[in-house]
């Protein structure tokens, strides 16, 4: 300790060096003043990547292109969709977009690294990732993308609506740049979680992808562990490690490609899925969002399957009454209601019950059969213990007996509305 500080005491104080060679001290080194590249830096490029210019720098730019009879199938059913519905050109003005973020929360301090791309050419689908291989790369990533994002019909992605868009917009705000996106943008994630919500365990798109599309991935980074293997690539700079990461992101865009012409042609009403749970949130999901006349046929041909559950049912005959009503079409409406009064689910026969007794009050003006109905009603809501159904079924039934003890004629006061 005593030769350390001798050897200190040695060397000249900081207060006994002049202003002048302490300012020199601080020059940097002819090195540092003119930077080497990012690569000299030991920032590596992808395998099979290569580096685009841009105003700001070079970006690593990986481009794949794949091929087969899943592509094939996939172009073929957006394909229809597009003559269908006359909307977003064709198929190939379609980009699918899917990232990969530093963070699942999003947030000004999440950073975006990987924005991949598909879109369709001839029979092939041409997937482009953009990788930010450190955040100096961040503003030459997003001007190359931006120009990659002109002249597109639509965009495409699974809960881009929510996280990607969002994401990719605060990004290019930090950067001063405004991100222009074409005005038509589809999430699949809202018409995929109507569809298979009351089936599947989840509606992620990797769930759809290994239930519906039947796809098992092998080699493989699971989400939630992408951030950190970013933040490990960032410390030792090996690129390889990430290799999993990449293959993860393509994975999603061809399984995002493929789920799209299922998903878009079920919406359009060009097929129907085979399962009848499906098959019936399909119908209730197109008659929500576009009142379609044909999927009102579809859920009277399939709300009394006995393989739905109850719950679902339930919704199909309760959205089938509704938009029938609002058609002024009540004998149809009634005709559905007698269904439902045999259905093996007591809250179907509940609702079936109720139903049927405001119709026959109301609108048929048959008090004696509106009575036996709410009678009914009232039994099965007692052997349930329902103590809130019972007494409207009872209050009902008081009203009901008061009319008929009136004889045939009513006021017309008292028919005004359901009550």
């Not at 509606?203 to 970013?230: F, H």
């Not at 509940?350 to 009575?371: M, S």
Request: aromatic share 8%; net charge neutral; charged share 25%.
């Amino acid at each position: 300790l005593l030769q350390c500080l001798h050897e200190r005491t040695d060397q000249p104080s900081m207060s006994g060096r002049s202003f002048r060679e302490r300012y020199s001290s601080l020059a940097l080194p002819e090195s540092v003043t003119n930077p080497p590249s990012s690569a000299e830096y030991g920032w590596p490029t992808p395998a099979g990547a290569r580096l685009v210019d841009s105003p700001f720098g070079p970006c690593s730019v990986i481009e794949q292109v794949f091929a087969g009879d899943a592509i094939r199938a996939a172009r073929s059913q957006i394909d229809d969709c597009c003559r269908h519905s006359g909307e977003h050109g064709s198929t190939e003005d379609l980009l699918f977009l899917d990232t990969e973020t530093t963070g699942l929360s999003g947030g000004t301090g999440t950073h975006v690294f990987l924005v991949g791309v598909g879109q369709f050419s001839g029979s092939s689908f041409v997937i482009r990732q953009f990788f930010m291989r450190h955040p100096g790369d961040e503003r030459a990533m997003l001007a190359v993308l931006s120009d990659t994002l002109h002249d597109i019909g639509a965009l495409v992605t699974f809960n881009g609506r929510s996280f990607d868009v969002p994401l990719l917009e605060t990004r290019f705000r930090m950067h001063a740049r405004e991100l222009h996106l074409p005005p038509t943008h589809i999430d699949l994630l809202s018409p995929a979680r109507a569809i298979w919500k009351h089936r599947l365990p989840s509606c992620s798109l990797g769930t759809i992808e290994r239930q519906i599309l039947g796809v098992v991935r092998t080699n493989d980074a699971p989400g939630w562990l992408i951030p950190q293997l970013y933040f490990d690539y960032l410390r030792h700079r090996r690129v390889e490690t990430l290799d999993s990461v990449f293959e993860h992101n393509r994975l999603d865009i061809v399984s995002l490609a493929r789920a799209t012409g299922i998903v878009r042609s079920y919406e359009l009403g060009i097929a129907r899925p085979e399962h009848p749970i499906d098959s019936l949130a399909l119908a209730l999901y197109r008659l929500r969002r576009h009142g379609s006349p044909s999927a009102a046929t579809e859920i009277q041909a399939c709300w009394t399957t006995a393989s739905i559950p109850a719950d679902l049912r339930l919704r199909g005959l309760q959205s089938l009454s509704i938009w029938l009503k609002r058609q002024r079409r009540h004998d149809e409406a009634a005709i559905e209601w007698y269904r439902g009064l045999s259905d093996p689910s007591r809250i179907i026969r509940q609702y079936a019950a109720e139903e049927l007794a405001k119709f026959l009050e109301h609108h048929a003006r048959d008090h004696e059969k509106a009575r036996d109905i709410a009678r009914r009603g009232a039994d099965g809501a007692a052997l349930a213990n329902d103590a809130l159904a019972l007494a409207a079924f009872e209050r009902r039934l008081q009203r009901l007996e008061r009319k008929l003890s009136r004889g045939p004629r009513i006021l017309a006061s008292e028919e005004k509305g359901y009550p």
